[in-house]
Structures are given as C-alpha cells and as structure tokens.
C-alpha cells in the first residue's frame, strides 16, 4: 500500500456529472468507501458524484482479465462510497484524462471496467465517443412513485440497472431529495438508477435521474442509454426490428448526449468530457482526520 503523505487528485465532469479521478497505476492506495464519501462530500470535502480511480488493469484483480485489452482500469465509486458497474460519463471522463495525463493517444482505446471493457474514440479536444455495450431488457417492472404521482418503468440494463419512466413533467419528479419508491424491489436487489423522461420533439428527450449511490445528479451516461433505448421501444423506432440505427438526441440538467443505438442492439454514446483542476490530497485527512 502507498504510504506518501499527499494523494494526486484530478477533477473533471461530462454534462455536469462530476468525478475526482485518482491516479493509482499500480493499485496501491486503499480507497475505502469511507474515504470516497469524503472526497465527495460536497461542504466538507472536494465535492463530487463520483470517485474514478485509475488503475492499470494488470494490478486490479477484478480487471486482470481484461489486461490484454485495456491497459487501464476504470474503478469506480459513488459518492456514497458504493462500488457500480459502470458509469457513462465517468468512462469519457476517463479518457480525457488518460490523454490529459499523457497516458494514451488520441485516437481510439480502450478501457476496462467492471462491466467488461469498452471502445473509446477521444480526439485531442471536443466530445468523447464510447462503445456502450448492448442494452439488456430484463423480465420485470416496478412502478415508480414520488409523493401522489406513481408512473409504470421500464427497465433496461446498460451494465447497471435503470428504472426508466415515461413522465407528463419533469418537475413532477419533486425535488429528488431522497429516492423514489421503486416497487416491487425485488426487480432490482442490488439497488437501482430512476430516470424520468419527457418528450421534446422527434428523437428528442429530455430526463432527470436520481442516481442510486449519488442521489440526483445533472446527468448520467448509462441513464441516457437507458432512456435512448426505453424510448426508441415506446416510438417503434427499436433497430433491431427497423434494421436501422436510431439516434436520440437526449438533454439532461447539465448538458446534451446524442445516444445511437444499432441493429446488432449496441449503443453508442457521444457527449463532452473535460477536465477543470488538479490537486493533491491530505493522507491523514482522508483516512478521517482533521488535518
Ligand atoms: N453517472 C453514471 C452512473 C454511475 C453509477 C450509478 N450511480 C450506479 O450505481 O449504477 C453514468 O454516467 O452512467
């Protein structure tokens, strides 16, 4: 384990949804989830939705396998220290950050994470392109409830799971302090991402989400995918039965994503990614002291 007094951190964010990176090449540092709730919190600490740690594939066990493909790790957390599968924002961010550190080239690569390794296509500035994986729609709907209101959800799986709700307003989701109701919960044992969807004009979606592990946030990557392909089943528009791609334009709180889905049922990803800030950490601060 890394012993040095200060941890390098980076901070960066993809519409809004914002991550402190934590460079750890050779997996040393025991980020506990202690730890990256502190490093998120957003009074008392950096402030942010997510922690992405990067680790080179080959020194993090649950990424070794995927060593010959992707020579970086993409770890990450939730603001409340939990570990997800994968995050859409968070792997452009990525990106950006391998060629902002010098570690990757422009052009296409290719990073691992817990749900399996994915395509990245960064140019030396502008948007970041990723190869999202096929969506799953797994058996079973909950019926999502914010105070009065309940709306039937789809649900779609982009790695991690998502609730996805078809809304007359956004507003009516109030003001997603805390979770909505998800019932049955059993449909989504480990927990699940809601997003709320409004129409804004053909192939065009506007959503909200409340993140599971971060609360609301001003965008997700994996909830824009979910919504691309909840709404594309809704509109007749499903590529795999029209043997045409579909491209949805999909606007969040913090920003716009352009989410393409082909007929083979893979999903393309296409938004910005920037990095605003560099800094190093306190050791002793963040293992939970005042320093
Ligand atoms: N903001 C992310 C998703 C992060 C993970 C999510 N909160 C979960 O627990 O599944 C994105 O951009 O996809």
């Known amino acids: 384990m890394s012993t040095a007094a200060r941890i390098d951190f980076l901070k960066g964010h993809g519409t809004e949804n914002d991550f402190v990176i934590v460079p750890d090449p050779d997996g040393r540092l025991d980020l506990t989830a202690a730890a990256v709730a502190r490093i998120c919190d957003r009074r008392a600490g950096l402030g942010a939705d997510g922690v992405l740690r990067a680790v080179r594939a080959a020194a993090h066990p649950e990424a070794r396998a995927m ?102 307003d956004l507003t009516h989701a109030g003001a997603l302090l805390d979770a909505p109701g998800v019932a049955p919960a059993a449909v989504y044992p480990e927990g699940v991402n809601v997003e709320f969807v409004v129409d804004r004009g053909p192939r065009h979606v506007a959503m909200r989400v409340h993140e599971r592990g971060s609360g609301e946030t ?21 590529p795999a039965l029209t043997g045409t791609p579909v491209t949805y334009t999909v606007d969040v ?16 990803m296409t938004g910005p990614a920037v990095i605003v800030a560099e800094g190093t950490l306190d050791r002793a601060w963040l293992a939970g002291g005042t320093a």
């Open 67 to 168: 060593a010959d493909e992707a020579e970086w790790f993409m770890d990450y957390r939730n603001g409340d220290g939990s570990v997800a599968e994968m995050c859409g924002n968070g792997v452009r961010v990525f990106a950006r950050y391998l060629l902002h550190a010098g570690l990757a080239e422009a052009g296409d690569l290719a990073v691992a994470t817990r749900a399996g390794v994915r395509r990245v296509h960064v140019a030396k500035t502008g948007d970041v392109t990723v190869g999202m994986g096929r969506a799953a729609l797994p058996e079973g709907s909950a019926v999502i409830t914010v105070g009065e209101r309940t709306w039937p959800s789809r649900n779609v799986n982009m790695g991690n799971p998502h609730a996805v709700a078809f809304v007359e």
């Open 218 to 238: 001003r965008s997700c990557g994996t909830g824009a995918c979910a919504v691309a392909v909840a709404t594309a089943r809704r509109d007749g528009t499903d």
């Open 253 to 268: 709180l913090g920003g716009t994503l352009e989410i393409t889905e082909l007929p083979d049922g893979t999903v393309e």
